[in-house]
Structure formats: C-alpha cells, structure tokens
C-alpha cells in the first residue's frame, strides 16, 4: 500500500506554531498554562499570519516527562481543562483559519497507564514488551508478573509493542508485527486518532515515530505500520495530516507522512543540517555532537552547505509527495535566542527560516526573541545530560512586563518554570507597539510569504552565494540575501536585472551589488 496523495490543500502553504501548553497561557492562577489560556490569546497568533498550531502533549499523565507518559490516550491532563475546553479551543481557532494539531505518543505510555498495570500482572499481556530474563536495557517488572519490560525513554515510559522486524528463537520476546499485542496496539492508534479527529482537530505530530517496530533497520516494518494508517487516513479523514518527529524526510514521508521536521536529531548525519543552523554549543548539547561552527553566529566562521545538501537531498525525493518543515526551536532543543546568540542576530534567521520552500514552524516566544535560560534545576524530566537541559527552553511566554510577564497571575514563586529575570527581556505588549521590532519583522515576512507565493515551499529555489551573505534566487524572481554575521559582504544582482526591496533590513541594491550589513537580510523583487 502506498499513500494515495501529497496530503490537504491546507498544508502547502502551512505557518506553523509550537505551543509548550504547560508555558504559554495560565487562566486560572495555579501557575500552569491550560487550554482556556490558549484559547484567550488565538487572536495573537492570527495576527502573527499563522494558521497552524501544535500542541504538545496534553493527556492525562503523572508527567515525569512532561507529558509524554501518558495515562489515557482520551482525557486531556486536568491541569490543562477538560475535554470540552480543548473542544472550546479547536473551535476558537478554527474561526480565526487557524488548525490545531495535538501531539500523538505512539511508541509508549506512562508506567501508570491501565494497560500497563494490567499487563506487569498478567504474563498473557503483550501490549508491551516483556522478557522472561534481565536484557540490557530492560527494567524490572514493578508488578506480579516475572521479568523484565522494555522501556523506550525513560524507565517510566514502557515500550508498547509493535513487534520486531527480526525474530529469535533464542529471544521469544521479539514478537512478529501481526502478533496479538502489535495487532492490538496498531488499532489502537486508529481509535485514538478518531476520537481527537471527531473532536475537530486537524492532525497529529507523532512522537518518536521512526521507533514502533524494534529491530527495524531499514525501517520497512515500521514504513507499513505508517502507511496503512496514513491510507485509512485518506480515506476517513482526508483533510487532516500527520506530521512525523523522524529527522529524516524522505524517509518519513516515504513512510506516509504528509511532513516531517529537520530536527537536531536524525538521518544519515544525526541532526547536523539543523544543528548547522542554529546550534552554537549553549542551551542543549549533547557531548557526542560534532560539529564547526554553525552558520548563523556573529563571527562567521560557518557555511549553511551541510544545511544545503540535506534539504537538496530530502527536496529531490520528497517532492509532489510530502513537505519539509524547517523549525526556529523546539521543546528539546535551543531556542534561537541562546547566548552568544543576541537579539540583533535573529533577524536574518527569520528571514531565511520564512523565504526557503520548507515549512517553517515557529517555537513559542521565538517571534518575540524570548532566550534559552540557563542554570535550571530538573523540571518533569527536562534534564538528559550534563549540557542538555531542557527547561530553558520552556520557560513562561513573555505577553507584558511585570514580575510573570503576563503568563499566570499567580506569584512568580509558584509558576511551573520562572520567567526570564533579564530586566530588558521582550514581550508581546512592548513590541506589538514597536514597528521595528522582531514580533513585527516576523510578521510581515509571513505577510510577504503568503502576499508572494513563489517564496513558499512550492517556488523554486536558485543558490546565487552559499556564504556570507547567502543568497537565493525564488522562482525565478525573488532574490533574497541573508547576513548573519557581524561584517558586511556583498554580491553580484544577476545581469541585466533591476532589484526592488520588498522587505529588507540592511541589504541594498547598488551598483548591480547586494550589498548586505552585518546582521541584515533583504527580500527583493527582480526585474
């Protein structure tokens, strides 16, 4: 089977928004955001020209792991509302032409779901997987049952089972994809999706989705499971998407999603193209990446060729089939505002991240500058490593000034993560009133983008300059030029061409040059 089409109108031309739900809005002063808060400031994200929202998870869970161990796939977590207020908040939305999307944790649960509690009691459960001996890796049955579960991140989050793409007679835990328990977890997926579907909700961003078949190392078992989903999909529900956490397009969209994420994770180079970008060694880092300097630092020491290749790459095999989304940040991974990164550096990042043919998806508080914080202590599992906390990247959004900066009205004391301390942090309220700002440079390059449509993701795209400054040319006639570094550069205005500024911080056309400050980005229109 294979998917039937690219995927919903919607998502060709699709802004997208990451919600962190714990962070972004409390409605009710306990210091935790909620759906009602969301909902209470959808009319900045339409302002902003997004129209794609997704939420990480939101189910109920006992969040030691923020929320990706989950106790019931069908009942939002009450600290976020109840199932009627997500329904308040997907209308709310939809009225403003914005979609939501929840986040779907298909490989495993909490190890306080029902299913497993059941099964650490039965040893003729297998919706997870269980061994009759101590394997490297597995833990401890906490039931009982004898032996040992698999567990797929955390202990905590037991792996539910998909089966293993290679079996053993000398290990009988790898269970075949159509065992009992894979086939019963594979329907389950499907219930789950229709219950949020039938609730108005337009997709899924799926957890870890490379991961469900174990053993899997060409990933086809895996590539099935998705694909048969993705075709019951098509035909029940065929405006909604999935979007695949996979850091791998072509192979993720070769699996039947409809779009997946260059990540800082993932693929042939492990993240690098992402992490070529944006990473300079603060915020998150794990000690077994290896990398130059990224392109986007005020040096200019780094190139955006890995970048580059990877997106060439992934656009040659997954074009007319899937979309590529090219994102600010996330939850796991540095904001774009991490030190030595400052605020006058994120303009150009704007500018490419809104002008190459990828999706882009916009991380909460990014639009405004909001930074990675660092020196956090641990917060529902933000901790992975001695360099990679995650907690500075889900700090509160900053709406106005004052001790919460408009996130909760409780006391600072009882917010779910503090605010940045930084006297001169940004806001929505001060740069809404500030025409030169970040939240209004975004802004208008979304207006650009959606006003010009040969700068979205289907418009060619030529390389003109991979250096300092990069410049592209866009459907053969939009040329853009980004300077992230703090010297100047220039470039040669294709012959015979006049170049008319749509948008342009910086950069100007002189003298048959594009000649770029540091720190600048211009959008031009050729003629």
């Not at 939002?76 to 997500?86: C, H, I, Q």
Request: net charge negative; proline share 9%.
């Amino acid at each position: 089977m294979t998917a039937t089409r690219p995927g919903p109108s919607w998502l060709a031309d699709a802004v997208l928004y990451q919600i962190y739900p714990q962070s972004f809005a409390d409605s009710d002063g306990d210091g935790i955001g909620d759906f009602a808060g969301i909902t209470e400031h959808l009319d900045h994200l339409a302002w902003l020209g997004v129209d794609t929202v997704w939420l990480n998870p939101c189910f109920a869970s006992p969040f030691r792991d923020a929320g990706y161990d989950i106790t019931d796939y069908l009942a939002p977590a009450p600290r976020y509302g109840r199932t009627e207020d997500l329904a308040a908040l997907v209308e709310a939305a939809r009225r403003r032409g914005v979609r939501v999307l929840l986040d779907l944790v298909a490989g495993h649960t909490s190890d306080r779901h029902p299913w497993f509690l059941a099964a650490a009691e039965d040893p003729s459960d297998h919706r997870y997987i269980w061994s009759d001996r101590q394997v490297d890796g597995f833990v401890a049955s906490p039931g009982s049952r004898p032996g040992w579960y698999r567990p797929n991140f955390f202990d905590c989050q037991p792996a539910l089972n998909f089966g293993y793409a290679r079996g053993s007679s000398e290990e009988p835990w790898r269970q075949p994809v159509d065992a009992e328990g894979p086939r019963a977890n594979r329907a389950a997926l499907r219930e789950i999706m229709e219950h949020w579907l039938g609730l108005g909700v337009a997709g899924f961003r799926v957890d870890m989705a490379y991961s469900l078949v174990k053993d899997d190392p060409d990933k086809a078992e895996t590539t099935k499971l998705w694909t048969e989903l993705r075709d019951w999909l098509d035909r029940a529900h065929p405006e909604a998407a999935l979007f695949a956490e996979w850091g791998d397009p072509a192979a993720a969209v070769a699996a039947g999603f409809h779009a997946d994420f260059f990540l800082h994770f993932g693929g042939e180079d492990d993240g690098l193209p992402l992490r070529s970008l944006w990473n300079n060694n603060g915020g998150t880092v794990e000690e077994s990446w290896h990398q130059d300097a990224c392109y986007f630092e005020a040096e200019g020491r780094g190139t955006p060729q890995p970048f580059l290749d990877a997106w060439r790459s992934a656009a040659g095999l997954t074009r007319g089939s899937g979309q590529i989304v090219l994102p600010s940040a996330n939850h796991d991974f540095s904001r774009l505002a991490t030190a030595p990164r400052t605020a006058e550096q994120l303009a150009p990042a704007f500018a490419l991240l809104l002008t190459w043919p990828t999706l882009p998806a916009i991380y909460y508080g990014d639009e405004i500058g909001m930074r990675y914080l660092p020196g956090l202590p641990d917060a529902e599992g933000s901790v992975l490593g001695p360099r990679f906390n995650r907690a500075g990247s889900r700090t509160p959004m900053q709406w106005t000034p004052g001790p919460t900066a408009g996130f909760s009205s409780a006391p600072p004391e009882r917010l779910y993560l503090p605010v940045d301390p930084d006297p001169h942090r940004p806001d929505v309220l001060s740069q809404r009133a500030d025409p030169t700002s970040l939240l209004h440079t975004v802004r208008r390059l979304i207006a650009l983008r959606r006003s010009h449509p040969g700068l979205g993701p289907s418009g060619s795209v030529e390389v003109r300059h991979a250096g300092y400054p990069l410049v592209y040319l866009r459907d053969g006639r939009y040329l853009v030029a980004v300077n992230p570094r703090r010297e100047p550069g220039a470039v040669a205005v294709p012959q015979g061409r006049k170049a008319r500024a749509l948008d342009a911080q910086g950069v100007r056309a002189v003298d048959g040059e594009l000649r770029a400050d540091g720190f600048s980005y211009g959008v031009f229109e050729l003629s």
